[in-house]
């Protein structure tokens, strides 16, 4: 969000009543219709509610702008402190953390993974396609490859995600035993959803410079 968008957001918020595009302008010191652009993309965005009313006299109609409900004022966020908070509780569990990190993976990856039709067996190839693009949109930057020997066990088959990106790795430093083990229940579980005759064995954290592995089992195993 630009600066100048943070701005006009504050000023709604901290506003008692409904403002207009004309009070926002006047204290902000831009023009009305600059005011109106960001006013107009923060609706957009959910993050304001705009009221149309009848105009006072003639012209275009009335219009007033609030804080959508159950939204925090101002624009700081703390989302890694909670997910260091959440991390410190779990670990707390001792023996089972990790064992519960893994389930908690495997669930939300159930959940995102897409749902298989009815009755129709997933190809490996499909599998794998599908659990590539779940840790793309997820920002792993994922790139299945071939670590075998030429000619040994399955050589069409990759043996190994690399996953060349973290996007928690502010987390996984500090916290690796758990937040890997999250990492590796996320692919378990989006191919068990998948009922995928391809499973995830391991997750190795930096194994390669700068990327995790996760090993596949060859389909079938």
Same mark, same amino acid.
């Given at each position: ?19 207009? %595009?004309?009070? &926002?302008? /006047? ?18 965005? +959910? &993050? $304001?509610?705009?009221? @149309? ?8 109609? /009335? ?12 624009? #700081? ?24 990190? @893994?389930?908690?993976?495997? #669930? ?10 009815? #009755?129709?067996? &997933? ?7 599908? $659990? ?8 792993? #930057?994922?790139?299945? %490859? ?14 190994? %995600? ?22 590796? +229940? ?7 959803? $998948?009922?995928?005759?391809?499973? %995830? ?14 090993? $596949? ?5």
């Amino acid at each position: 969000m630009s600066e100048r968008r943070e701005q006009i957001l504050e000023i709604v918020q901290q506003a008692l009543e409904p403002v207009e %595009v004309g009070e &926002v302008a /006047r204290a902000a010191g831009i023009h009305p219709n600059t005011a109106r652009f960001h006013l107009d993309a923060l609706v957009a965005d +959910g &993050v $304001l509610d705009c009221a @149309t009313g009848a105009p006072a006299g003639r012209g275009r109609p /009335r219009h007033t702008y609030r804080a959508r409900p159950g939204q925090a004022r101002g624009t #700081a966020r703390r989302y890694q402190l909670l997910a260091e908070i959440l991390l410190s509780h779990l670990e707390l569990r001792g023996e089972d953390a990790a064992d519960e990190a @893994t389930t908690a993976g495997r #669930a939300w990856g159930a959940y995102l993974a897409p749902r298989p039709a009815p #009755a129709r067996a &997933v190809r490996p190839d499909a599998a794998l396609t599908q $659990l590539l693009t779940m840790l793309g949109d997820l920002d792993f #930057a994922p790139e299945p %490859v071939h670590t075998r020997p030429d000619g040994v066990d399955a050589a069409d088959w990759p043996d190994v %995600v690399r996953l060349r990106h973290c996007p928690f790795l502010e987390l996984a430093v500090p916290q690796r035993d758990l937040v890997c083990r999250v990492h590796l +229940g996320l692919m378990q579980g989006a191919l068990a959803e $998948l009922k995928a005759p391809v499973s %995830v064995t391991s997750l190795v954290p930096f194994e390669e410079p700068g990327a995790c592995l996760a090993h $596949l089992a060859p389909p079938g195993r």
